[in-house]
């Protein structure tokens, strides 16, 4: 597989980082084609009105490197893992960008946009998270977006790493081992099964609980 994996700490060496950084190396364990790479150096702008910044060709003019790095890296991946750590209870306002920006590439008027739509269906995805708190809820907004834009794109949320720690390098001496699940998360992310039935999915009468 072709994997695209973002982190989207500003911190290089961040827990959320660390995250990344160990599923990229499961991945290439397993033998997957991997890009690592880090949001703060793709994305310098929030979305625009795209009425005032478009070419006369329909194409954004934003002059930051997110138009290479999700034409050429995240269109033509298998799937994708982002790394993020819960900031106000949610994501980091990086990915959030990464997300909104894809708009240009989407939107009616942009000249490519039918093939993007394509490009971007039917993909498997990661989510890793790192957060100071640890009750229950602390990451549903986030596991909740990346579901929604899985719905929405008709891509798999194969699987979800959430380690907790406060300073830089606090999920290395977490007990439950995040970092080793994020690297065995990454050896298995092109064969995970992740079931999502429908009440019309046709499956075996049998059923168990």
Same mark, same amino acid.
């Given at each position: +597989? ?7 700490? /500003? ?16 991945? &290439? ?31 954004? @003019? ?5 138009? =290479?790095?999700?034409? &050429?890296?995240?269109? /033509? ?24 920006? #894809?708009? *240009? ?14 490009? #971007? ?11 100071? =708190?640890?009750? /229950?809820?602390?990451? +549903? ?14 891509? @798999? ?17 977490? /007990? ?32 168990? *609980?």
């Amino acid at each position: +597989m072709r994997v695209y994996v973002l982190s989207s700490s /500003p911190r290089r060496d961040g827990n959320s980082a660390a995250l990344a950084t160990a599923a990229a190396e499961g991945l &290439r364990e397993a033998g997957d084609d991997v890009e690592l790479a880090y949001v703060d150096d793709i994305v310098s702008s929030f979305l625009r009105d795209c009425r005032q910044c478009r070419d006369l060709n329909g194409s954004c @003019t934003i002059a930051d490197r997110f138009g =290479e790095a999700f034409t &050429r890296s995240f269109l /033509p991946s298998d799937g994708f893992i982002v790394a993020t750590p819960i900031y106000w209870y949610g994501m980091s306002g990086q990915l959030k960008a990464f997300f909104d920006r #894809m708009f *240009c590439y989407v939107a009616a008027s942009n000249p490519r946009s039918a093939s993007v739509k394509t490009a #971007m269906q039917g993909k498997r995805v990661g989510l890793l998270m790192s957060s100071e =708190e640890t009750y /229950p809820t602390v990451s +549903m907004a986030v596991l909740h977006q990346i579901q929604e834009y899985c719905r929405y794109t008709r891509s @798999t949320l194969v699987g979800v790493v959430h380690g907790h720690g406060n300073s830089r390098g606090d999920i290395m001496r977490e /007990p439950s081992d995040p970092v080793t699940a994020a690297r065995q998360f990454g050896r298995t992310f092109a064969s995970a099964h992740a079931s999502d039935y429908h009440i019309d999915t046709e499956r075996s009468a049998r059923m168990w *609980c």
